[in-house]
């Protein structure tokens, strides 16, 4: 019976590959509320000056969470390719460059909205326009990290199912 007397490799192998699918599908689970449920809450308070603090609140633990999820999920996954042997391991491979490519995509992209709308009362002096135009804008960069999250889900997902038939 396979998995009985795993080898040290083989073990760490599936301890990686674990990681991943469970970091991936947090991760994209919580991208997608933000996306459908967390983002249009917030635009549909009833002021800006609300949006903004709403905002300041909740960033920084979303930030802190995602981006751990994003680093396990990526070099989890890295592990997991490098140490299998399965012919599908190419899977686990799209699986980390599309997480790597979160990591990558908010350093470019949402840092300097994130860094625009945190900077304590300067998002509200810009006025309300500023500040939906952004939280709008936000919100669809966080979306293609969003769909980015679900690819690497679907990779991961595939290579188990065709690991399993």
């Given at each position: 019976?396979?998995?009985?007397?795993?080898?040290?490799?083989?073990?760490?192998?599936?301890?990686a590959k674990i990681a991943s699918t469970l970091a991936a599908n947090t991760l994209f689970g919580a991208s997608l509320y933000i996306n459908l449920v967390e983002t249009p809450a917030r635009l549909s308070l009833s002021s800006t000056s609300t949006m903004v603090d709403y905002f300041q609140a909740a960033f920084p633990r979303?930030?802190?969470?995602?981006?751990?999820?994003?680093?396990?999920?990526?070099?989890?996954?890295?592990?997991?390719?490098?140490?299998?042997?399965?012919?599908?391991?190419?899977?686990?491979?799209?699986?980390?460059?599309?997480?790597?490519?979160?990591?990558?995509?908010?350093?470019?992209?949402?840092?300097?909205?994130?860094?625009?709308?945190?900077?304590?009362?300067?998002?509200?002096?810009?006025?309300?326009?500023?500040?939906?135009?952004?939280?709008?804008?936000?919100?669809?960069?966080?979306?293609?990290?969003?769909?980015?999250?679900?690819?690497?889900?679907?990779?991961?997902?595939?290579?188990?199912?065709?690991?399993?038939?």
């Open positions: 019976q396979k998995g009985i007397n795993m080898e040290g490799t083989e073990a760490a192998s599936l301890c979303a930030e802190t969470m995602q981006s751990r999820l994003a680093g396990i999920s990526s070099l989890s996954a890295a592990i997991g390719w490098y140490l299998d042997t399965d012919e599908n391991k190419k899977l686990l491979l799209s699986a980390s460059v599309c997480m790597l490519f979160n990591l990558t995509w908010t350093k470019i992209t949402l840092k300097p909205i994130n860094h625009q709308l945190m900077d304590g009362n300067y998002p509200k002096q810009k006025g309300d326009t500023w500040v939906t135009d952004n939280l709008r804008r936000w919100d669809r960069a966080h979306f293609v990290r969003t769909m980015s999250s679900c690819a690497a889900v679907i990779c991961l997902t595939m290579y188990w199912i065709k690991r399993s038939l």
